[in-house]
């Protein structure tokens, strides 16, 4: 497709289980991002993937949080043993190097 | 960490009239970008600046970055209907602009 796609839209799960995000990024953008967005804390960058690089986690919130980006495109975020605090809008973008990004539609993840 | 302040929090205007949001950091930022999100959707990307100086228009909005590389603001002139929706300005960090920190928002709504 044209823009960054996410899936599920929406996802609701019970506490202590683990969730998976989906990212397809824009076919030949080399970078891919995850950030959170949440009532509380505005617009938090997670992580950051660039080429064949070591990712930059410098934004994840605890060791429940990680990422992978397999073959340099499509990415998954997983969140293991939910809580409640983890609830938020998972935002994916992805852009050539130093250009700007560009998000996708975002992942509402609720945890009851 | 770098912070941004954007002012005002939320702007009613009515419809045909301009105006302008702020978003202010106390360190020099490297890339300026300004998005636009409506509720339930993802970031889209307005504009990108990047030198100090710089100013961009796009159809009815444009951007300026002040010399000092600091403060940007947005402006619309004559303001529709479709202009609505929260705006949140996002610097990088450093010079790759990989980790962008955001604003916290400003919510404009347009009334007829």
């Known amino acids: 497709g044209a823009g960054v796609s996410q899936s599920p839209s929406n996802k609701v799960t019970e506490k202590g289980k683990d969730v998976e995000l989906r990212c397809d990024p824009i076919?030949?953008?080399?970078?891919l991002y995850w950030y959170r967005q949440s009532l509380g804390q505005g617009l938090e960058f997670l992580i950051y993937?660039?080429?064949?690089?070591?990712?930059?986690k410098s934004g994840l919130p605890s060791d429940r949080f990680s990422a992978e980006r397999t073959g340099g495109s499509v990415s998954t975020l997983t969140i293991q043993r939910t809580q409640q605090e983890d609830s938020a809008v998972y935002l994916c973008a992805s852009s050539r190097s130093g250009s700007a990004q560009f998000f996708g539609p975002g992942t509402r993840l609720t945890v009851l | 960490s770098q912070e941004l302040e954007q002012s005002p929090q939320s702007l009613i205007v009515q419809e045909g009239k301009n105006l302008t949001i702020n978003c202010t950091s106390s360190k020099t930022l490297y890339g300026l970008y300004w998005y636009k999100q409506k509720y339930g959707e993802g970031l889209i990307f307005l504009m990108m600046?990047?030198?100090?100086?710089e100013e961009k228009s796009h159809e009815k909005i444009t951007a300026k970055l002040d010399e000092k590389k600091q403060q940007s603001s947005l402006h619309i002139t004559a303001s529709q209907p479709s202009h609505a929706g929260i705006y949140l300005c996002g610097a990088g960090t450093n010079f790759g602009n990989e980790k962008l920190t955001f604003g916290t928002g400003t919510r404009l709504t347009i009334i007829p």
């Open positions: 600046l990047q030198k100090g100086g």
């Open positions: 993937f660039q080429g064949n690089s070591a990712p930059d």
């Open positions: 076919s030949g953008h080399t970078a």
